[in-house]
């Protein structure tokens, strides 16, 4: 008998260890955000003024 429970304590102390080994998924990590050049950045905001400028024109055109 004291044999077997000999094998199951060190069973069950591997088993702890494998267990502890395992790193558990972390659900607050975010995925990083790709890294935007500083010519992408400038290229994005004269995008974002271009409409802003055209629709300044269309109504500066209208109220003409």
């Not at 429970?5 to 502890?20: D, G």
């Not at 500083?38 to 400028?53: H, V």
């Amino acid at each position: 008998m004291n044999k077997k429970q000999q094998m199951i304590k060190k069973l069950a102390k591997r088993a702890k260890a494998r267990q502890n080994k395992v790193v558990p998924d972390n659900p607050s990590s975010k995925p990083k955000e790709r890294y935007i050049s500083k010519a992408e950045r400038a290229k994005l905001a004269l995008e974002q003024e271009s409409p802003a400028e055209t629709l300044v024109e269309t109504q500066t055109a209208s109220a003409d």
